[in-house]
T-cell receptor, first 115, second 111 residues
Framework: KAGVTQTPRYLIKTRGQQVTLSCSPI?????VSWYQQTPGQGLQFLFE???????NKGNFPGRFSGRQFSNSRSEMNVSTLELGDSALYLC??????????????FGAGSRLTVL | TQLLEQSPQFLSIQEGENLTVYCNSS?????LQWYRQEPGEGPVLLVT?????EVKKLKRLTFQFGDARKDSSLHITAAQPGDTGLYLC???????????FGQGTELSVKP
């Protein structure tokens, strides 16, 4: 079965611009989580969506937002980009989410560079 | 604030050597997962441990979960160049879909 698909894989933006990243989960998976990965901070949780509702949110400013559609596809948006937003953005899907032993399948990520 | 501490951060060894990576927390884990990430890819789940004292084996990889469920280790026997990658431990601390990751251990196995 197809894995988690993230688009675009690479993108370059300048400070002040905004960006939208897309994630298509594994077919049948209803939970989508987003993570930011940087060399300094490692992998940090952004938010989780389940059945079009945000169920968990990490400690990121309001410039970071997301949504989930009825087909479970998800998008995340970052507005007013800053240099520090340069990172690998990873999307992960799971069947239900919300369990103690949550099994996530990650996509390959979207590499964002902010100049 | 829940924190996962991994050690060592970097490890460079020769093919055939053994190694151990550690993951510790001041809080009790509900469960603990180990992932491996290769350059240009997302993390891939290796194992989930749930019960204190649990030991799981995956070929040359042995995963242990501490009795108190506050620590875990990953031991690789006779490392191979294909084991090269970033090893990450993660736990949800019962917060559903939110995983907290350790900083990772960058492993390089030289032929």
């Amino acid at each position: 079965k197809a894995g988690v698909t993230q688009t675009p894989r690479y993108l370059i933006k300048t400070r002040g611009q905004q960006v939208t990243l897309s994630c298509s989960p594994i077919s049948g998976h209803r939970s989508v989580s987003w993570y930011q990965q940087t060399p300094g901070q490692g992998l940090q949780f952004l938010f989780e969506y389940f059945s079009e509702t945000q169920r968990n949110k990490g400690n990121f400013p309001g410039r970071f937002s997301g949504r989930q559609f009825s087909n479970s596809r998800s998008e995340m948006n970052v507005s007013t980009l800053e240099l520090g937003d340069s990172a690998l953005y990873l999307c992960a899907s799971s069947l239900f989410g919300g369990t103690g032993a949550n099994v996530l399948t990650f996509g390959a990520g979207s590499r964002l560079t902010v100049l | 604030t829940q924190l996962l501490e991994q050690s060592p951060q970097f490890l460079s060894i020769q093919e055939g050597e053994n190694l151990t990576v550690y993951c510790n927390s001041s809080s009790v884990f509900s469960s603990l997962q180990w992932y491996r990430q290769e350059p240009g890819e997302g993390p891939v789940l290796l194992v989930t441990v749930v019960t204190g004292g649990e030991v799981k084996k995956l070929k040359r990889l042995t995963f242990q979960f501490g009795d108190a469920r506050k620590d875990s280790s990953l031991h690789i026997t006779a490392a191979q160049p294909g084991d090269t990658g970033l090893y990450l431990c993660a736990s949800s601390y019962n917060q559903g879909g939110k995983l907290i990751f350790g900083q990772g251990t960058e492993l390089s196995v030289k032929p």
